[in-house]
């Protein structure tokens, strides 16, 4: 479990500071509790959430433990460092929402055989449903795409409860012809 502390201040300095301490600003809304103003240490952070197997966590803040997904993050425009991530509550079980769900393509095309390459045009499928119903992710088979072929939003199968809000004729994969 990740374990992080309350910002009792948002004031501008008080903030610089916790990043120079080597914390993550961060802010968990949507649950319960309200929202809450918290800080991580940025390693741990960025440790835990690559090394994690679903796309829901816990976290612990002061007394209290929450599952949280993440909703947004910020990085630094000229090094990419992570400065400021958003964390959605999941404790309300039953309360419907929109996630972001990302895509894993498994398998090898045939089109890579035909001098073709494989586009991720989409990285992240949004869906409604309930944190109970939340997918991982959409594993897609793209060992049958030749080139010139490519998998739509509408040929994917939702889980029960989950309703895809992206419009269907999205490409998500493509085969294209190497240039």
């Known amino acids: 479990m990740l374990e992080g502390i309350i910002r ?10 916790l990043k120079r301490d080597g914390y993550l600003i961060a802010n ?15 390693n741990e952070f960025i440790k835990y959430v690559r090394n994690k ?10 007394d209290k433990k929450l599952p949280v997904i993440i909703q947004e993050y910020q990085k630094h ?31 090898t095309p045939v089109g890579l055989k035909n001098k073709g390459v494989l586009i991720t045009n ?6 409604k449903c309930t944190p109970a119903d939340l997918p991982n992710a959409f594993d897609l088979d793209v060992s049958k ?5 490519n998998i739509l939003v509408r040929d994917l199968e939702a889980p029960k409860g989950v309703k895809i809000v992206t419009e269907g004729r999205v490409a ?7 240039k």
């Open 8 to 17: 009792e201040s948002t004031e501008k300095q008080a903030t610089k500071q």
């Open 28 to 42: 968990i809304y949507g649950g319960e509790a309200g929202n809450i103003n918290a800080a991580f240490k940025k």
């Open 122 to 127: 989409v990285r992240r499928i949004k869906v």
């Open 77 to 107: 425009p000229v090094n990419s460092d992570l400065t400021h991530v958003d964390l959605r509550d999941l404790s309300d079980k039953k309360k419907e929402a929109t996630f972001m769900i990302p895509i894993k393509s498994v398998g």
């Open 172 to 178: 998500v994969l493509s085969c294209i012809k190497a």
């Open 145 to 149: 795409l030749d080139v010139g072929d």
């Open 53 to 62: 197997g679903t796309l829901s966590f816990e976290v612990k803040v002061g």
